[in-house]
């Protein structure tokens, strides 16, 4: 009989690719329950995945606590492995079920813009880490800023991703892509640098594709417009994971932008793991995390400004034959799902 496992994550099934990816790679392993809210977005079904969901329903305070109440209940009379991706004020599932063993895992610490907030939900979480039983961390980095009891069990789960297209790039055009979200990333720099890359160099044929949400996309479509960038950049919106392969398949260089600030530094970004395991080219910021993935053959490192990301854009072009999408996804192979799964994840849900 497989062992049972309760995944308490507050985001729908789906928001989180990590949870998603865990529970389609684990079903085969585990009899899996997976609580979340119920955020009305498209509902993902899962072979052997009994979903829980929350209404999300009223206030912030009421809703949160119908969550809580929830998974303590859940909790309270499970008779498996407890699985709990941290949410503010999880550490209450310990603390009134002090004999159920629990763990916790931390995806990302606080990107706040305000450096006194981040502090304080950064010890936030070092609080709810040192009640659990034990913890995970997506990166040494954010493991290592956190003050954590010396008999805590720690592990280390990284970012992966899929190969989610197979197709062999054609390198001759500049056909670029950006996938994630568009709070805090200072996308519009890109949108600039691209416009200071085609007014310098209007004969090179490049197109750019912008897909996700947030409050700078208002920004970002005003300057296209403004600046007559509408043949040359399109934005998309913010898509299902289901919907990427398309882009995956037609476009040859991923953005993978990120402000150069303390608090995205040891934060792994999803997209650069899936732009390469896609076989795209990466141009990417020049964080200590990507410094671990991209290299000469798979990407090139820029700095968190526009004219950095232009010369990126000629650099890209003038070694466009150097490229080879086989070499590209080769160079991250250790990062796909089912092995991090494998050999990450499973020996944590064993761990006693």
């Known amino acids: 009989m497989k062992t049972k496992l309760l995944i308490i994550d507050r985001g729908q099934l789906g928001i989180l690719t990590d949870t998603l990816k865990y529970c389609e790679y684990l079903h085969c392993h585990f009899n899996i329950t997976y609580i979340c809210f119920d955020e009305h977005r498209k509902k993902i079904e899962i072979p052997q995945v009994k979903i829980?969901?929350?209404?999300?329903?009223g206030g912030k305070l009421f809703k949160n606590v119908r969550f809580l109440i929830t998974c303590i209940l859940y909790c309270?009379?499970?008779?498996?492995?407890?699985?709990?991706?941290?949410?503010?004020?999880c550490h209450w599932l310990k603390k009134i079920l002090p004999f159920?063993?629990?763990?916790?895992?931390?995806?990302?610490?606080?990107v706040h813009k305000s450096l006194e907030q981040?502090?304080?939900e950064n010890k936030s979480i070092e609080h709810a880490v040192n009640v659990f039983d034990s913890a995970s961390f997506i990166s040494k980095?954010?493991?290592q800023k956190l003050h954590l009891k010396t008999n805590l069990p720690t592990f280390?789960?990284?970012l992966g991703a899929d190969i989610i297209s197979h197709t062999d790039k054609d390198f001759n055009c500049l056909k670029l892509l950006y996938m994630g979200t568009l709070s805090n990333r200072h996308i519009i720099d890109t949108v600039k640098g691209v416009k200071m890359f085609k007014d310098k160099y209007p004969e090179i044929p490049l197109i750019y594709s912008i897909i996700g949400d947030g409050e700078e996309l208002y920004e970002i479509k005003n300057y296209i417009h403004m600046q007559k960038l509408e043949s040359t950049i399109h934005t998309y919106g913010r898509l299902p994971y289901s919907e990427l392969k398309p882009f995956l398949d037609t476009h040859n260089i991923g953005i993978s932008y990120i402000p150069q600030l303390e608090c995205y530094e040891y934060q792994p970004p999803t997209k650069t793991f899936e732009y390469a395991l896609s076989g795209l080219y990466t141009i990417a910021t020049n964080t200590y995390e990507n410094r671990q993935v991209i290299h000469s053959n798979n990407g090139i490192?820029?700095?968190?400004?526009?004219?950095d990301f232009a010369k990126a854009l000629y650099d890209t072009y003038q070694h466009r034959?150097?490229?080879?999408?086989?070499?590209?996804?080769?160079?991250?192979?250790?990062?796909q799902w089912e092995k991090i799964i494998q050999q990450s994840l499973i020996p944590i849900i064993s761990f006693k």
């Open 52 to 57: 829980i969901y929350v209404s999300s329903s």
């Open 76 to 89: 309270l009379f499970y008779k498996g492995k407890i699985f709990t991706v941290y949410f503010p004020k």
């Open 100 to 110: 159920k063993k629990m763990h916790i895992d931390i995806r990302t610490l606080s």
């Open 118 to 120: 981040q502090q304080i």
């Open 141 to 143: 980095g954010i493991k």
């Open 156 to 158: 280390i789960l990284p």
């Open 301 to 307: 490192l820029i700095n968190d400004t526009i004219s």
């Open 321 to 335: 034959r150097e490229y080879n999408s086989q070499t590209i996804r080769k160079s991250m192979e250790k990062w």
